[in-house]
C-alpha cells in the first residue's frame, strides 16, 4: 500500500502535552446545584467528574493554553522560540480581537511566530491537524503547534434549566508540536471534513436576541449560554461517527484493525461505545477518558492523546486516527502514521 504517496515532507508529531484547572467539579457537586444525580449522569453519559476553570480568578483560556503549550514544548524539548506557527483551535476565545493565539505566542515567548485562532467547535483540534499538516506540505514551516482548549463551563447554567449541557462540559487544554521530516512515511494518510450548517441551531451560544432561533425566541430567551438540541447531537453523532471513520479507512486503503489507536472526541460514553461496536474495535483501541475530564470541546482530542502519552502507549510506526463531531454541525477526521 502506498503511504504518503503524495507527501512533499513528513511531518512528524514530537511533543504532546495537556493541562487542565485546579478545580474538580464532581457528579456529587452538581447534585448539589441542580435537579441531577451521580448515577443519571453516568448512565446517560459516563462522566464522573470534570475540570472548572476559575474564571473570574485569571483561570482563562489563555492560561490553560499557555500551560499545554508549555508542557508540549518541555516534551518536544524545543524552545518557544522554534516555533514557526501557533494554531489554538477554540470556541472560547477571549476577545473577537486579538486573536487569543496572538497572546499565546507572547506569553509563552515564541517571537513572532504566526497564530490565530481556529474555530471549529468540538472538531477544532481536528480541522486544525489537516490545515497545519497542508501549510507544512507547502509553506516554509517547520515547527508548528496545534493546541485545543476551552472553558465551556462559562457558557451553561449551574441550575435545574441548564442541567443537559452543564453535566457535560469541562474546561481543559492539550496540544501536540508538529515538526517537519525527511520521513515521508511520517504524516497524515487520510482525512474527512465535513458540515452542515442547515443544523446551526442544535448547539449554539446566541449573543444577542437576533440569534435566537424561532423556537427559543417563544421559550429559552438566554443569551450567551449554551442552547443545545441533546438528543438530536447524539442521534447525529451516533450515525455520522461510525460513517466518518469508515469512509477514511477506505480513502486511505487501511482496515479498521490496522489503526492503532481511535483518538476521539468525548462527548458522550456511549456514542464511544457504539463506535467500538461497529468496528469491533478492544477497548484499548478506542481510549475513553470522559469519566475524568467531561466534554472538553476542542481540548478533548488531544486530552485522550496525552493520556496515552503518559501510560507509554504512543510509539513511532503506529497508526492513529483523531476523530471529531459537534457544533456547526461539523465531523472529520485525520488519520496519522505516526
Ligand atoms: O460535543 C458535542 C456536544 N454535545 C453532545 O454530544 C451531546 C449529545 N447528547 C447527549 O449526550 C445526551 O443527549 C444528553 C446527555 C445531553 C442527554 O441525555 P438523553 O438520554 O438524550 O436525555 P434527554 O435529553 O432525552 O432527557 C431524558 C430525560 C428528560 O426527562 P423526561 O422529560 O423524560 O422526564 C430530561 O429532563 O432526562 C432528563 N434530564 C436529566 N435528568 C437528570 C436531562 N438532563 C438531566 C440531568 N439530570 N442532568
Known sequence: MPINANALSGVEIVGIGAHTPDKVLTNKDLESMMDTSDEWIQQR??????????????????YLAKGALEKTLADAKMAPTDLDLVILATMSQEMTCPPTACRLVNMVGAGNAGAWDFSAACCGFVFAMNNAYGLM??????????????????????????????ILFGDAAAGVILRKTDDTS???????????????????IPKTVHDLNEADREGNTQLNVLHMNGAGVFRFAVGTFSKVIGDTLDAAGVSADEVDHYVCHQSNRRILDAAKERFGLADEK??????????????????????????????AGQRVMFVGFGGGLTWGTSLWQI
Open 286 to 315: 478506542l481510549h475513553v477518558n470522559i469519566d475524568r475530564f467531561g466534554n472538553t470541546v476542542a481540548a478533548s482530542v488531544p486530552l485522550v492523546l496525552n493520556d496515552l502519552r503518559e501510560a507509554g502507549r504512543v510509539h
Open 45 to 62: 453519559t459516563g462522566i464522573k467528574q470534570r475540570y472548572r476553570a476559575d474564571h473570574e480568578n485569571g483561570e482563562t483560556v489563555l
Open 186 to 204: 511520517k504524516g497524515i494518510l487520510g482525512q474527512a471534513m465535513h458540515s452542515d450548517g442547515a443544523r446551526w441551531d442544535d448547539l449554539y
Open 137 to 166: 506540505q507547502t509553506g516554509n514551516y517547520n515547527n508548528v503547534a496545534v493546541i485545543g482548549a476551552d472553558t465551556l463551563t462559562q457558557s451553561v447554567e449551574f441550575n435545574t434549566h441548564g442541567r443537559g449541557a452543564a
